[in-house]
């Protein structure tokens, strides 16, 4: 690993298992099912997952909304998801910029909620790498091939400054 690089241990995985999404909106699912298929070694479609987390999900007496149908996939809807399958996960806000550097490397991915108020717009991506030149390392479902798409430093903390710093974050149990 170069100097003032930090990889995830699951960049390799990620990028291998990493599903194009195409035109729709599908980011939430897709990179969904790109951790699931990295982290447990399966083949889950991403327009299937995606289908499943259109309809509300119960937890006990508890209704889930993983995502406004055929929209955006909400935090809480994701780490329901991977933990339905088994990971462990939590979604919050306010992280600290610190965090993600110190867990990076650590086997848990994490997966930065980026947005744009003024353009109306949200994305979500498994980060996989920093690196002090390129910025913040991502397997994004945006792009079909299976290279690491880099957002600078500043790009990276302006948009994820817009959705208040929101993570969400999945391990193997």
């Not at 996939?73 to 992280?95: E, Q």
């Amino acid at each position: 690993m170069p100097p003032g690089r930090i990889d995830s241990p699951y960049r390799q995985q990620l990028l291998d298992a990493l599903q194009y999404q195409g035109p729709a909106f599908d980011c939430g699912p897709y990179t969904a099912a790109t951790v699931l298929n990295a982290l447990l070694g399966i083949r889950l479609e991403a327009a299937q997952l995606s289908e499943e987390m259109n309809a509300v999900h119960w937890r006990g007496p508890l209704p889930i909304v993983r995502r406004i149908p055929n929209g955006a996939t909400l935090p809480w809807g994701m780490a329901d998801v991977f933990r339905s399958y088994g990971l462990k996960s939590s979604s919050g806000m306010f992280t600290a910029r610190a965090h993600l550097l110190q867990r990076l490397p650590t086997p848990v991915v994490m997966i930065p909620i980026i947005a744009s108020w003024r353009e109306r717009w949200a994305h979500v991506m498994a980060l996989v790498a920093w690196d002090a030149l390129l910025g913040w390392g991502f397997a994004n479902t945006q792009y079909n091939h299976h290279e690491v798409y880099w957002l600078g430093e500043e790009q990276f903390r302006r948009t994820w400054r817009a959705s208040l710093h929101m993570l969400v974050q999945a391990r193997l149990g």
